[in-house]
C-alpha cells in the first residue's frame, strides 16, 4: 500500500530537512567557538605582551651623563647617549672652552665656563634624534658637534 507522506512525494520517503539543518547547526556551532577561542587568545598574547613588558611599564627615569669637552672631544666621533621619551636628563658637562651646549630640536640650551663643572637639566620630551653641539665664542669651536642623543619612544 501507498501511503502518502507529508512533504514527500507519493511512494518515496520525506527528505528529512531536520537532519541537514541540525548537522549545519553543529558546524556553525563549533567554528564559532574556534573563533572565539582564536580571538580570546590574540586578544590575551597581544594585552601580556604590552601590560606585562618591562619597557611598557617603567615610568620616567633619570639618565645622567657625563661630557667632557676637550681636543679629544672635538676629534673623536660623537658620543651617544641613549634615554626613553620622557626621561629626565642630567649632563655634567666640564669644558676646556666657554659658550653654549645646545641641543637641536629640544631646543634646550645651557652656558658653558671653562674649568667649571656645569650641570645641564632637561626632559627628553619628543622620540628622536638630537645632536648636541657647542656653540663657542671662538672661531674654532663655533659649532662643535659632541654628542647624540638617542630618544626612544614609551
Given at each position: 500500500?501507498?501511503?502518502?507522506?507529508p512533504?514527500?512525494?507519493?511512494?518515496?520517503?520525506?527528505?528529512?530537512?531536520?537532519?541537514?539543518?541540525?548537522?549545519?547547526?553543529?558546524?556553525?556551532?563549533?567554528?564559532?567557538?574556534?573563533?572565539?577561542?582564536?580571538?580570546?587568545?590574540?586578544?590575551?598574547?597581544?594585552?601580556?605582551?604590552?601590560?606585562?613588558?618591562?619597557?611598557?611599564?617603567?615610568?620616567?627615569?633619570?639618565?645622567?651623563?657625563?661630557?667632557?669637552?676637550?681636543?679629544?672631544?672635538?676629534?673623536?666621533?660623537?658620543?651617544?647617549?641613549e634615554?626613553?621619551?620622557?626621561?629626565?636628563?642630567?649632563?655634567?658637562?666640564?669644558?676646556?672652552?666657554?659658550?653654549?651646549?645646545?641641543?637641536?630640536?629640544?631646543?634646550?640650551?645651557?652656558?658653558?665656563?671653562?674649568?667649571?663643572?656645569?650641570?645641564?637639566?632637561?626632559?627628553?620630551?619628543h622620540?628622536?634624534?638630537?645632536?648636541?653641539?657647542l656653540?663657542?665664542?671662538?672661531?674654532?669651536?663655533?659649532?662643535?658637534?659632541?654628542?647624540?642623543?638617542?630618544?626612544?619612544?614609551?
Open positions: 500500500m501507498i501511503t502518502r507522506q512533504d514527500g512525494i507519493e511512494g518515496l520517503p520525506a527528505a528529512s530537512s531536520t537532519g541537514h539543518s541540525e548537522i549545519h547547526q553543529l558546524k556553525l556551532a563549533k567554528l564559532a567557538i574556534v573563533a572565539g577561542t582564536a580571538a580570546m587568545l590574540v586578544g590575551f598574547y597581544i594585552g601580556t605582551k604590552h601590560f606585562f613588558s618591562i619597557e611598557s611599564s617603567a615610568t620616567e627615569q633619570l639618565r645622567v651623563y657625563h661630557l667632557d669637552i676637550g681636543e679629544t672631544c672635538l676629534r673623536e666621533p660623537p658620543h651617544i647617549f634615554a626613553r621619551e620622557g626621561d629626565r636628563i642630567v649632563l655634567t658637562v666640564t669644558s676646556l672652552y666657554s659658550g653654549k651646549l645646545y641641543v637641536h630640536g629640544l631646543e634646550e640650551e645651557t652656558n658653558v665656563i671653562p674649568g667649571a663643572e656645569t650641570a645641564f637639566r632637561f626632559t627628553a620630551a622620540a628622536g634624534r638630537y645632536y648636541l653641539h656653540h663657542g665664542e671662538d672661531e674654532d669651536h663655533a659649532h662643535a658637534e659632541l654628542a647624540v642623543l638617542e630618544v626612544a619612544p614609551r
